[in-house]
């Protein structure tokens, strides 16, 4: 009987595949366990004859199970793989691939006051290619700091025609896309900000925060919206209100154009990903989502090259050394050292914290013998009707007395066997499922309320502190570099109190200088200061306040007291002043302390050179989604 393949709403099928040979073939390009590991197929079911068998997977990861038979057919020379690669490609959603983008209508544009730049062009040529070749509901934008993400965002929106455009970003950026509508183009438009003004479908553009996506209904048409994303790294986790209001926004008006902008789409992780990713591709539901996440746990390249293959398709990344020229950028590290260093040292504040942990655990969980107890016998249910296996009951046992949190995969393992047990027994014992929940809350929010306490009280205290006392040890270096510097300097720190100190530390020395925190109230009126004053050539800043759309040309060096966790909170904070418009090399400079022993802030440090590897990991690419072991 012949090998075929059909598709359905959902799912896709690979009808009479020879099933001991399909799996002798998998285990040995990939190892033992592989169809287990990668969860890929959700449902195999066996013939009683000749070994045939029916694989059946979600359509979404039809390009992955095309590669996977692609690879067999070269490595194995069988028929079979061959036709089945062949009818992936012609008999499902695949076809898409091979179609032709139809020609971009530029004349719409013929309302901009300025020209796109071709690498601006480059990405309207992409948006279309991502709707026609994935059928996707758009692109990422993910232009480098400083390459016109905005202007080729509204461009794109001119071509693609829609009656509305709705605009999501950050409130601190409102004004900007406000100033931006307003100049970029030759005609009037009526703009109207979510919560400000009276609601009427009748505005061009439609501007909302983060916050208050969910009131933004009233505003919008129910088709013919364009959606735009600005800075969608803000949305990278699914079981938050902001990812939740996106997508029911998306559903109600029916929204098939979206733009996602973002400069650095992911911060560390690629799961990350997962909610943008969801509301661009229609074929990325709850299903698909759940099982990229135990591809993600188990497997985890592969995880990587799901995500790498759509996103060479569906994102546009340019970096500004592609397509500018900028003046040179340093980075290089400002060592210093102090007096007492070493209660800044890591294994001193580990061991403080951990003291300091038990204290408010002992406090928090006298009870914990009782609610353990309670855990135990659900478990023991459980594992009595085979819902889990003894080796799982023992590691659950095991872990609700000692759960390490540093452990991601024990947690992850955890969580997922928790899940399995608390779905099982709400259809067979809700009595049960109730005290499964409470014995488990009850036992790991005192562990995580005493962790909290402990990172507030002695880790983020012991931090400011060691930061405090390196720039008040180490001003006149400080100055020095600020002294040294071509144009005007801006100090980062994420720390009210060390930008406090430091400013206090430079009116002494009688550095004028104007600060930007979160609590002040003309940020504008301050900023502009900064720019124009001669005598005034520092700016203290928060990263959290100043790090996204603003520009900062003016200064051509940056002094960072402290390290965010994320790189790419960092290249936000370095491109505010290492973009278009800089005529001077740029000097950066990362304030570290010197111990003979590592610290707590080369521990930030190391954090945040992690996050830059696992991001460039994500945004990498492969030949292939599933590559396969060398012989």
Same mark, same amino acid.
């Given at each position: 009987?012949?090998?075929?393949?059909?598709?359905?709403?959902?799912?896709?099928?690979?009808?009479?595949?020879?099933?001991?040979?399909?799996?002798?073939?998998?285990?040995?390009?990939?190892? %033992?366990?592989?169809?287990?590991?990668? /969860?890929?197929?959700?449902?195999? #079911? !066996?013939?009683?004859?000749?070994?045939? $068998? +029916? @694989?059946?997977?979600?359509?979404?990861?039809?390009?992955?199970?095309?590669?996977?038979?692609?690879?067999?057919?070269?490595?194995?020379?069988?028929?079979?793989?061959?036709?089945?690669?062949?009818?992936?490609?012609?008999n499902t959603w695949l076809r898409c691939v091979?179609?032709?983008?139809?020609?971009?209508?530029?004349?719409?544009?013929?309302?901009?006051?300025?020209?796109?730049? %071709?690498?601006?062009?480059?990405?309207? /040529?992409?948006?279309?290619?991502? #709707? !026609?070749?994935?059928?996707?509901?758009? $692109? +990422? @934008?993910?232009?480098?700091?400083?390459?016109?993400?905005?202007?080729?965002?509204?461009?794109?929106?001119?071509?693609?025609?829609?009656?509305?455009?709705?605009?999501?970003?950050?409130?601190?950026?409102?004004?900007?896309?406000?100033?931006?509508?307003?100049?970029?183009?030759?005609?009037?438009?009526?703009?109207?900000?979510?919560?400000?003004?009276?609601?009427?479908?009748?505005?061009?553009?439609?501007?909302?925060?983060? /916050?208050?996506?969910?009131?933004?209904?009233?505003?919008?048409?129910?088709?013919?919206?364009?959606?735009?994303?600005?800075?969608?790294?803000?949305?990278?986790?699914?079981?938050?209100?902001?990812?939740?209001?996106?997508?029911?926004?998306?559903?109600?008006?029916?929204?098939?154009?979206?733009?996602?902008?973002?400069?650095?789409?992911?911060?560390?992780?690629?799961?990350?990903?997962?909610?943008?990713?969801?509301?661009?591709?229609?074929?990325?539901?709850?299903?698909?989502?759940?099982?990229?996440?135990?591809?993600?746990?188990?497997?985890?390249?592969?995880?990587?090259?799901?995500?790498?293959?759509?996103?060479?398709?569906?994102?546009?990344?340019?970096?500004?050394?592609?397509?500018?020229?900028?003046?040179?950028?340093?980075?290089?590290?400002?060592?210093?050292?102090?007096?007492?260093?070493?209660?800044?040292?890591?294994?001193?504040?580990?061991?403080?914290?951990?003291?300091?942990?038990?204290?408010?655990?002992?406090?928090?969980?006298?009870?914990?013998?009782?609610?353990?107890?309670?855990?135990?016998?659900?478990?023991?249910?459980?594992?009595?009707?085979?819902?889990?296996?003894?080796?799982?009951?023992?590691?659950?046992?095991?872990?609700?007395?000692?759960?390490?949190?540093?452990?991601?995969?024990?947690?992850?393992r955890f969580n997922f066997i928790y899940n399995?047990?608390?779905?099982?027994?709400?259809?067979?014992?809700?009595?049960?499922?109730?005290?499964?929940?409470?014995?488990?809350?009850?036992?790991?929010?005192?562990?995580?309320?005493?962790?909290?306490?402990?990172?507030?009280?002695?880790?983020?205290?012991?931090?400011?502190?060691?930061?405090?006392?390196?720039?008040?040890?180490?001003?006149?270096?400080?100055?020095?570099?600020?002294?040294?510097?071509?144009?005007?300097?801006?100090?980062?720190?994420?720390?009210?109190?060390?930008?406090?100190?430091?400013?206090?530390?430079?009116?002494?020395?009688?550095?004028?200088?104007?600060?930007?925190?979160?609590?002040?109230?003309?940020?504008?009126?301050?900023?502009?200061?900064?720019?124009?004053?001669?005598?005034?050539?520092?700016?203290?800043?928060?990263?959290?306040?100043?790090?996204?759309?603003?520009?900062?040309?003016?200064?051509?060096?940056?002094?960072?007291?402290?390290?965010?966790?994320?790189?790419?909170?960092?290249?936000?904070?370095?491109?505010?002043?290492?973009?278009?418009?800089?005529?001077?090399?740029?000097?950066?400079?990362?304030?570290?302390?010197?111990?003979?022993?590592?610290?707590?802030?080369?521990?930030?440090?190391?954090?945040?050179?992690?996050?830059?590897?696992?991001?460039?990991?994500?945004?990498?690419?492969?030949?292939?989604?599933?590559?396969?072991?060398?012989?």
């Amino acid at each position: 009987m012949a090998v075929h393949v059909t598709e359905d709403a959902k799912y896709i099928y690979v009808y009479n595949i020879h099933y001991k040979m399909f799996v002798r073939h998998m285990v040995k390009l990939y190892g %033992p366990n592989i169809l287990d590991e990668v /969860e890929l197929f959700g449902h195999i #079911k !066996t013939r009683w004859f000749k070994h045939r $068998a +029916i @694989l059946q997977f979600h359509k979404f990861f039809a390009p992955e199970v095309y590669y996977l038979f692609e690879t067999l057919a070269n490595k194995f020379k069988k028929r079979n793989y061959i036709k089945i690669a062949e009818q992936l490609i012609n008999n499902t959603w695949l076809r898409c691939v091979n179609n032709e983008v139809p020609p971009i209508d530029y004349s719409k544009l013929s309302d901009l006051k300025w020209e796109l730049k %071709p690498y601006q062009k480059g990405f309207i /040529e992409n948006y279309f290619t991502s #709707k !026609t070749k994935l059928n996707l509901r758009g $692109a +990422i @934008l993910a232009f480098e700091q400083g390459l016109g993400k905005t202007f080729t965002a509204l461009a794109t929106a001119k071509v693609i025609d829609n009656k509305q455009v709705f605009i999501v970003c950050p409130k601190s950026v409102i004004d900007v896309w406000r100033k931006e509508i307003n100049s970029v183009f030759k005609s009037t438009y009526k703009i109207a900000y979510v919560g400000e003004d009276p609601e009427s479908t009748d505005y061009d553009y439609v501007l909302c925060n983060y /916050e208050r996506v969910d009131k933004a209904s009233g505003y919008l048409l129910d088709r013919n919206v364009t959606m735009i994303i600005d800075e969608s790294h803000n949305v990278r986790y699914m079981d938050t209100k902001r990812a939740g209001d996106l997508f029911d926004l998306r559903n109600a008006k029916h929204i098939n154009d979206i733009m996602a902008l973002s400069g650095t789409p992911v911060k560390a992780l690629a799961s990350e990903l997962v909610p943008i990713l969801g509301l661009l591709d229609p074929l990325f539901d709850k299903e698909a989502m759940r099982t990229f996440s135990k591809i993600y746990k188990k497997y985890r390249q592969l995880a990587y090259d799901i995500l790498q293959y759509r996103l060479r398709i569906m994102m546009d990344r340019k970096l500004k050394v592609d397509v500018v020229d900028l003046p040179e950028k340093h980075i290089a590290n400002l060592w210093v050292k102090i007096k007492n260093s070493d209660k800044y040292l890591t294994d001193t504040i580990v061991n403080d914290m951990r003291v300091y942990m038990e204290h408010v655990f002992n406090e928090t969980v006298k009870n914990s013998k009782r609610y353990e107890k309670q855990f135990d016998d659900v478990i023991d249910y459980c594992a009595k009707y085979n819902v889990l296996t003894s080796k799982e009951a023992r590691f659950m046992k095991k872990m609700i007395r000692n759960y390490d949190i540093k452990n991601v995969d024990n947690i992850n393992r955890f969580n997922f066997i928790y899940n399995t047990c608390y779905n099982w027994l709400t259809t067979h014992n809700k009595e049960y499922r109730n005290i499964l929940r409470q014995s488990k809350i009850s036992i790991t929010s005192a562990i995580m309320k005493a962790l909290g306490e402990a990172m507030g009280q002695v880790y983020t205290k012991r931090k400011i502190q060691a930061i405090n006392d390196m720039v008040s040890e180490n001003i006149d270096v400080i100055i020095k570099l600020i002294e040294k510097a071509e144009k005007k300097t801006i100090i980062w720190s994420s720390f009210k109190k060390v930008i406090s100190k430091t400013s206090e530390l430079l009116n002494t020395k009688g550095i004028k200088h104007v600060v930007v925190t979160g609590d002040t109230q003309d940020s504008d009126e301050v900023l502009k200061q900064f720019r124009l004053y001669d005598d005034i050539n520092v700016l203290i800043a928060s990263q959290k306040k100043l790090s996204t759309g603003v520009t900062l040309i003016e200064a051509n060096q940056a002094i960072f007291l402290d390290l965010p966790y994320r790189d790419a909170d960092f290249q936000q904070a370095v491109d505010r002043i290492h973009r278009i418009g800089q005529d001077t090399d740029v000097y950066i400079w990362k304030l570290l302390l010197e111990t003979r022993k590592p610290n707590i802030i080369t521990h930030a440090n190391d954090i945040m050179q992690w996050s830059a590897q696992m991001s460039s990991i994500v945004m990498g690419s492969k030949q292939s989604p599933i590559e396969p072991e060398e012989d």
